[in-house]
T-cell receptor, first 117, second 115 residues
């Protein structure tokens, strides 16, 4: 049981290049999320997918697109990278809601450190 | 309305001391308040969480104190150890919206415990 996995771990892009960050979870969770983490800014939600087949914008969606490929996988795409997108990106997942408190817990992957020059 | 304000930004504590991190919020619709712990190079992991119907929750050396009227909550780490050195994030959830639960995170506190 690997939990949430992300690839790649590190990436350097030139301005204007595109790339896709991959995320997969093996916990059979319904919901998945993409965050970015910047110094002094905490974690900010980029996009999320409440369930397979649905995606929604979070707090900072501009410059990004997402695809919920199936229940396990949720990818984040940068179409034309900008230096402002230099950040650490985290994917997370959570169970479907029920009466248990665990339904609120989000499980995070190890992150992708992206540098755009 | 949607912000969660966290302080201090960084904290240095001697081994065995008490570490205290504070968070404040405005939105009274928030109904779940977790704390996440993040070690360098790793993703955040849930440490402890509380709902607003209780004023305190304790798990081992970690305690959340919750003041609903003041709209504040804090994390206390008793007998702080060098292994507690990490970044701590508070968060708040508005409950089930748009088909899932979403968090608003605080800006983080970098804790260093000196041996």
């Amino acid at each position: 049981n690997a939990g949430v996995t992300q690839t790649p771990k590190f990436q350097v892009l030139k301005t204007g290049q595109s790339m896709t960050l991959q995320c997969a979870q093996d916990m059979n969770h319904n919901s998945m999320y993409w965050y970015r983490q910047d110094p002094g800014m905490g974690l900010r939600l980029i996009y999320y997918s409440a369930s397979e087949g649905t995606t929604d914008k979070g707090e900072v969606p501009n410059g990004y697109n997402v695809s919920r490929l199936n229940k396990r996988e949720f990818s984040l795409r940068l179409e034309s990278a900008a230096p402002s997108q230099t950040s650490v990106y985290f994917c997370a997942s959570s169970e479907a809601p029920n009466a248990r408190q665990k339904a609120y817990e989000q499980y995070f992957g190890p992150g992708t450190r992206l540098t755009v020059t | 309305q949607q912000q969660v304000k966290q302080s201090p930004q960084s904290l240095i504590v001697q081994k065995g001391g008490i570490s205290i991190i504070n968070c404040a919020y405005e939105n009274t619709a928030f109904d779940y308040f977790p704390w996440y712990q993040q070690f360098p190079g790793k993703g955040p992991a849930l440490l402890i969480a509380i709902r607003p119907d209780v004023s305190e929750k304790k798990e081992g050396r970690f305690t959340i104190s919750f003041n609903k009227s003041a709209k504040q909550f804090s994390l206390h780490i008793m007998d702080s150890q060098p292994g507690d050195s990490a970044t701590y994030f508070c968060a708040a959830s508005i409950g089930w919206t748009s088909g899932t639960y979403k968090y608003i995170f605080g800006t983080g506190t970098r804790l260093k415990v000196l041996a």
